[in-house]
């Protein structure tokens, strides 16, 4: 299993807000690891950090609330400003492995 | 910008941010764990599974609180809360280490206090650094500017936009409207005064060139009063403006108030009143090339001008002047040549820097003495730190295994070093503002109230440096010998007896720095204290317990103020009488055993000296000093008659001109021969040019300086037959009746003439000792500090020693049940410590002789490289340094052999 490109889990993070609604960490860390389908080494308490640097940033936001076992937890949400930098963001990976990929076949 | 914000934010809230973290991880491990349970792990299993997932929560932790807070801070937070409680364990150590670098900090900070408020904080004009202060030198010795050369230079200079002259009148006699006259601190200057400084009127208009211009008595004249005379006098009112002050002869009308910021062109003076110089001044003196000069010159440079091209073209002019002038009279015993002559041009930011050029050695002398001081201290504390380091190697190894980074070890002790030298800091600067008054009012006297010694920016840059210093010396030091543990990459737990040589090495190297440095001190304090003594075991040939001693200014209204002007017979009789009067009634006073009046008193900083011509031999003519004494003067100061009689009542107007003569005087005229019934004329204007007659010889005495190497001749005429205005007033009394027969005196004085007024009340035991004062402080800051300095440097090696023997404690005893003696023991420490002596000697001799070098102007009577005193100073350390291993040698004497080798 491979790390996470640098960069990729903030990117996935946000893609999983977007598509999921407000979640826990524990949502979040599962969604990314279903996806990944096995092809990443996530210690899920990285995720955390990121978090953090993504609520800084003003991507996200988080409030506390009631998980399903019934115990707070806090959820996390994209803002308005985590969309548009998700967009942004999610232009330029693809543009990158475009490239990426002609520059592979290529040679 | 927002996550800043956050940032610090969450400094503040860190333990409930922490908490909130604690609970979403919880959480999250549960999620977890219940769904491993649910694919039918049992809750160990599922808990274990959910943490491996999960991956480590404490460097996540970690990770996540960097990111949240401002880890620098954090941490430096952390480092103070442990140093500050590693200090209290540490009491004796931290109490040595504070307490001497808040001396250290305060001395420093205490003497650049009172350096900065007496010559380098700039006065209150515009833009100060144009200022320059003009300094006349003959042979580059200070010389003195006459009026004419002053306006001859500032009618051709270019490299000046503006020169103003300044006559200090400290004490000018003045009346305002319906009050008695009083004494005002004045400053003469000249028209261009205020311009060139740049100041601004708080009121009504400044003095200007057309003010300044020669005037005869009826004419007007203009005054500039301060903000704190307007205040105090007038209440601000500005009907001032227009009011007249009265000088002696002349009424000066008010024409408006300095700003209240412009406290005068010099710190330490403060002058209530400035009069245009040349208004105020006689036409005969201004012209004169021997009677006017002037205490201060100062200029503004025309922009693009340095001071050495002003320096260079004001030479150049000084020396063409006096080719155009006529020769000098013969009064002054040498005329200068012109290639003698030369102008010096100074920085004028803080103005004419008259305490700068009286006390800027000494005080330059003691800053460095202090600076010293706080250097060794530093050293002092860094090696104690080094020693407690070593010894705290297995703590800190252990923090290093235990996975601190070496980064944070070093800053622990770095921080360590940091709280010390802050702790210090503070307190000391502190201590500063408590000693700066006190220093300052030793050091100026009476002037020192007229400074302003409030803390200013400078000051506190200069304790922040000394403390910067400080922290860096006591914290890196022992931080670097921290990397070289970590690099050695040992474990040394448990292993004390093997100590990386380098760290001994250090060690020693700093207490060798130590003693060096103290032995400089104790050296200078030495030379100091020899010079101490010679100066106040000066057999002063006048006995000056129990005499009081009133400097008088006699401003009887008519006559002539000056010397050398005739007055009328007239005058000279109703002064003549006047005097006697005061004589008799001062003789009358309880407790008063003998008084007398004369023209100056000793050791007042006044001297005359004139021509005496031998009337058989004209071409004859030696100098001497002169004095003007009434008829009691001898006994009062106790001078000792050698032959023939003193003056007496006897010697009236009317009466045979005498004189009384001292030895050196007689030595110098007669040789062998007897004086007495010799004639001698003195050579000067007035009707006094007659001969007269010597009736006595005295012994000789110090008469204005104890540092006159040989008593010059001397010449005492009786008050009454030249009759001067009196400037002092010497009171023989009895013992402790000082204070009260001061002022009765002064109360005589009033009752006879109103215009006799007291200027300034001493003894003159004061005022003999006053002309040492410089000696004496410097003698006893380096005493303080050289004492100061030898025993931190013992506390230095005691620790260090004290050190050596723990960690040698099983050498020791392996030593001593192998059969060593004991004695062999306690000799290895003091051999020890004796070559440690004459390390530090070698280094420290060189620089204390050095030293006593840049001390010779304050020398008398011992050589600056006097050997006896330095080998004094090498006795003292090495007592010192012997003392301090006596206690660590005792203790390793009695290391029990089988506790030692047990313990390991």
Known sequence: MDEVPYGALDLMVLKTLDGMGPLHGYGIARRIEQIAEGSLALNQGTIYPALLRLEQKGWIKSDWGMSENNRRARFYAITRAGKKQLSIESDLWSRTLAMMSRLLEES | ?904
């Open chain 2, 1 to 904: 910008m927002r996550a800043v914000v956050q940032r610090i934010a969450a400094l503040f809230r860190r333990r409930h941010l922490d908490d909130q973290l604690d609970e979403e991880v919880r959480g999250h491990l549960d999620l977890l764990a219940a769904e491993y349970e649910r694919r039918g792990l049992t809750p160990e299993q599922a808990r274990h599974l959910a943490r491996r997932d999960f991956g480590g929560v404490e460097p996540m932790k970690e990770v996540y609180r960097d990111r949240r807070g401002l880890p620098i801070v954090e941490t430096f937070a952390q480092d103070v809360r442990y140093t500050v409680r590693a200090l209290a364990q540490h009491r004796w150590f931290s109490a040595v280490a504070v307490l001497s670098l808040t001396l250290g900090i305060a001395g420093t900070t205490t003497v650049f206090s009172v350096m900065d408020a007496a010559m380098l904080r700039p006065i209150a004009g515009r833009n100060v650094g144009g200022l320059v202060v003009l300094e006349p030198r003959r042979n580059q010795e200070r010389f003195i500017l006459f009026n004419p050369e002053f306006e001859a230079l500032r009618g051709r200079t270019q490299t000046l936009s503006g020169m103003f002259a300044v006559a200090e009148q400290p004490f000018l006699k003045v009346e305002f409207p319906g009050e008695p006259p009083s004494y005002i601190a004045a400053s003469l200057v000249s028209g261009t005064y205020f311009d060139v400084l740049g100041v601004t009127p708080s009121a009504g208009r400044l003095l200007t060139a057309s003010d300044d211009r020669l005037a005869g008595p009826d004419a007007p004249c203009a005054a500039v009063i301060s903000d704190a005379l307007w205040r105090r006098r007038f209440a601000r009112d500005r009907r001032a403006l227009g009011s007249v002050v009265r000088l002696r002869d002349r009424d000066c009308a008010i024409v408006g108030v300095v700003k209240a910021a412009f406290t005068g062109h010099q710190a330490g003076s403060v002058p209530e009143l400035w009069l245009p110089l040349r208004n105020v001044s006689e036409r005969r003196v201004l012209e004169s090339q021997t009677q006017a000069f002037y205490a201060g010159v100062m200029g503004r440079l025309n922009p693009g001008v340095t001071r050495e091209q002003a320096e260079a073209e004001l030479t150049t002019l000084y020396r063409e002047i006096q080719a155009l002038e006529p020769p000098l009279p013969p009064t002054l015993r040498q005329p200068p040549k012109p290639s003698e002559l030369s102008m010096g041009v100074l920085p004028g930011a803080a103005g004419m820097g008259g305490l700068r050029r009286q006390f800027g050695d000494a005080l330059a002398m003691m800053l460095a003495a202090v600076a010293l001081v706080l250097l060794i201290a530093a050293i002092n504390v860094a090696n104690l730190q080094l020693a407690r380091g070593a010894a705290r190697a297995p703590e800190l190894a252990t923090r290093l295994a235990l996975g601190a980074s070496r980064w944070r070890l070093i800053r622990q002790l770095a921080t360590e070093g940091a709280v010390i030298a802050l702790a210090g800091g503070l307190t000391g600067v502190g201590l500063a503002i408590i000693l700066t008054p006190r220093l300052a009012s030793v050091v100026f006297g009476a002037r020192a109230a007229s400074l302003d010694l409030s803390v200013d920016v400078r000051v506190l840059l200069a304790a922040s440096a000394a403390t910067m210093l400080t922290a860096l010396l006591v914290g890196v030091i022992p931080a670097v010998r921290l990397s070289a543990l970590h690099s050695s990459r040992r474990l040394p737990l448990g292993d004390r007896s093997r100590e990386s040589p380098g760290s001994q090495r250090l060690m020693r190297t700093l207490i060798v720095a130590q003693c060096a440095l103290s032995l400089l001190l104790v050296t200078a304090s030495g030379l100091l204290l020899q010079t101490s003594l010679r100066l106040s075991g000066i057999e002063l040939g006048f006995d000056s317990g129990h005499v009081v001693l009133l400097e008088i200014a006699d401003e009887t209204p008519g006559g002539s103020p000056s010397f050398s002007a005739r007055e009328t017979p007239d005058t000279r009789a109703r002064r003549a009488a006047a005097y006697r009067l005061v004589d008799e009634r001062l003789n009358a006073i309880p407790g008063v055993q003998s008084s007398s009046l004369s023209w100056y008193g000793l050791f007042s900083m006044n001297d005359l000296w004139t021509t005496l011509v031998d009337p058989r031999r004209t071409s004859d003519r030696r100098e001497a000093r002169m004095n003007f004494v009434s008829s009691l003067y001898f006994d009062t100061v106790g001078m000792r008659l050698v032959r023939g009689r003193t003056i007496t009542e006897a010697d009236q107007f009317e009466a045979p001109r005498v004189a009384v003569i001292n030895e050196s005087l007689a030595r110098q005229r007669f040789g062998d021969r007897d004086p007495i019934g010799a004639q001698l004329t003195p050579d000067f204007p007035g009707d006094e040019d007659r001969p007269v007659t010597i009736v006595g010889v005295l012994e000789d005495a110090r008469y204005n300086s104890l540092r006159e190497t040989t008593t010059g001749p001397m010449v005492w005429l009786p008050l009454q037959q030249a009759v001067y205005r009196i400037t002092s007033v010497e009171l023989r009394v009895q013992s402790g009746a000082e204070a009260a027969v001061s002022q009765q005196a002064a109360a005589v004085l009033r009752s006879v003439n109103p215009y006799l007024m007291v200027r300034r009340s001493t003894t003159l035991a004061d005022q003999v000792q006053g002309t040492a004062a410089r000696e004496r402080l410097l003698f006893t800051v380096s005493t303080a500090f050289g004492g100061f300095a030898l025993l931190l440097a013992a506390i230095g090696l005691h620790g260090t020693l004290a050190y050596k023997v723990a960690r040698r404690t099983r050498e020791i005893g392996v030593r001593l049940a192998l059969g060593a003696q004991r004695s062999s023991v306690v000799g290895m420490f003091f051999t020890d410590a004796l070559a440690l002596a004459a390390t530090s000697a070698a280094i420290g001799v060189p620089i204390a002789l050095a030293a006593g070098w840049s001390l010779r102007a304050f020398l008398f009577g011992v050589a600056p490289r006097d050997p006896l005193t330095v080998a004094a100073a090498c006795g003292v350390l090495t007592i010192t340094v012997l003392m301090a291993s006596c206690v660590p040698a005792f203790r390793a004497s009695r290391v029990d052999p089988v506790t030692a080798l047990r313990s390991e």
